[in-house]
């Protein structure tokens, strides 16, 4: 007689062993409708395992991060089902869940075409209106190798032989289609529902490694819900539209090479945008009480590993060895630097807290496969800063950088910020005794400012527990930008210290921060949730003069010239063509403001003022126009 606990305290008493269908079924229908999983004392199981024993149970439904994880699994295996009855000959290797969607590797010697997703598709949503039951059976080693070999499944035998002889090997059947898995699984085929497309095809390696044989690897999403994957291929839409690298290229900004990749050519606008990011912050940075400092990029070896880093972080670093034997690495951040800077003289428990910053050029070599635009770079600039404090000045220290970062957010147009506590991870310096004090001042810190936050278990940095500030943008994607570490380890390992009212040396708590993180990337993520639309307070190019007429071309440098006095970045296109080819040229080009000026504009000292978005043209005194633009600028929109 199995007792079932369930979340909310309530217990469930069956007479034999049960099922989480029935579990499910015993509490509500429409639960039973939404269920794809059963958690078994924090084991995530399938619905159909029988249950004999006191336990803690919660049921998994599709809308739940697990849940959706589980229908997207599931629909690799139902791709790959619909795959292997088109084409028999067809290898399977390895099909996971990945965020937001699913693909499977297939040894096929014929490409996959476009069309051929389409027919899978369908092959797909026939699999689940038949509705296959979903089985789970335990085999043997030698058994499963030699079915799958006698299949032609020489892939699925070798992963076999790599599984540790102690565990025990799972496969699951739905029709006549078995593939080895640990699960869990739905319970049928049609509990998948139809919510899913194939994306695309690419190439991918045998085991990710590029000496193995290249298979073909097609990718799918699937959501719990049809509106859910409307919403998500409407985002998908949107996004291609507001790539950074196409607007990159519209706006003249910057461009990428392959003689140099992970590393951005920046254009004259584009450093012109990345110039006026930094003054910003270089504006904050005198608001908040930081002085700002400058290290060196390429450093020895032996403060890489005095600090950690090496050991740690050494195969993400760019190295080199000179001429009498002596290794260097370029530095893939600021943190060791600014702890030199630091320890320059005697410093008093009465100096502290110390704010140091730096916009430092950094470099970290990604995979070539991982680079992304100005998303993933090997080569940039980080807003870094490093506040050296004492243990007691952790927490107002935090909530000063906490109400910081978000009013910097606001300013750009980000409102909807969340925030997320990442404690340590495996690899990681320092005792844990160290951990728990840093951990417990971090956490101390973010209940006192009173924000919101959720938990990331094991993603903090390898020196210190973080803050981790996560934007999101205007069609709903999740960008990590600013992090704040509480670090009690690097300082004792570079030997910083200060003199305490005691009269002895103590080691200061270092507090990392960063906003925009890498400025490169913010900069690429301000571009899409702006789909190129900036701010007029942080255009590199805010007014564009256009002449109707030649007969116009000195009052529009003279209106150049007056917007350019006031501090407003503009330029004239003089050149001989209609207006109208001028308008549509420079608004695809994301020039905030354009300013038409002809023959009546002239003689009443005017302006016809155009904002990018907008067909309406509004007709201004210069004066006006300037006073107006200027205030919204100084105002920062």
Known sequence: MPKIQLPDGSERVFDDAVTGLQIAESIGKSLLRDAVAIRVDGELLDLTRDIETDVSVEIVTRESDDGLELLRHDAAHVMAEAVKELWPETQITIGPAIENGFYYDFAREEPFTEDDLAVIEARM???????????????????????????GEEYKAKIIEDIPGDETLTLYQQGDFIDLCRGPHLPSTGKLGKAFTLTRVS?????????????????????????????????????????????????????????????????????????????????????????EVNTPEVVSRSLWEASGHWEAFGDNMFTTETVDGRQYAIKPMNCPGHIQVYKQGITSYRDLPRRIAEFGKCHRYEPSGALHGMMRVRAFTQDDAHIFCTAEQ??????AVCTQLLHIYRAFGFEDVRIKF?????????????????????LKALEASELEYTHNPGEGAFYGPKLEFVLRDAIGRDWQCGTLQVDLN?????????????????????????????????????????????????????VRVLTITSDANDYAMDVVARLQSAGIAADADLRNEKISYKVREHSVSKVPVLMAVGQREIDERTVALRRLGSKKQQVVSLDDAVEALSGEIAARG
């Open 394 to 399: 952790i927490t107002d220290e935090s909530i």
């Open 203 to 291: 190439g991918a390696y045998w085991r990710g490694d590029s000496a193995n044989e290249m298979l073909q690897r097609i990718y799918g999403t699937a959501w719990a819900h049809e509106k859910q994957l409307r919403l998500y291929l409407h985002q998908l839409q949107e996004a291609e539209k507001r790539d950074h690298r196409r607007l990159g290229r519209i706006m003249d900004l910057f461009h990428f090479q392959e003689e140099a990749p992970g590393a951005v050519f920046w254009h004259p606008t584009g450093w012109a945008l990345f110039q006026n990011l930094i003054a910003y912050m270089r504006e904050q940075l005198v608001v908040g009480g930081y002085r």
């Open 125 to 151: 949503k026939e699999i689940v209106d038949r509705d296959e039951s979903i089985k789970r059976q335990v085999w043997e080693r030698d058994k499963s190798i030699a079915f799958f070999r006698d299949q």
């Open 422 to 442: 990442a404690d340590r991870p495996e690899v990681r310096v320092g005792e844990d005794a160290i951990w728990d004090k840093a951990e417990t001042a971090l």
């Open 490 to 542: 690097m300082p004792g390992r570079l030997g910083a210290t200060y003199i305490g009212e005691d009269g002895e040396k103590h080691t200061p708590v270092m507090l990392h921060r960063a906003i925009f993180g890498s400025l490169e990337r913010f900069i690429g993520i301000l571009l899409e949730h702006h789909a190129g639309n900036l701010p007029l307070w942080l255009s590199p190019l805010q």
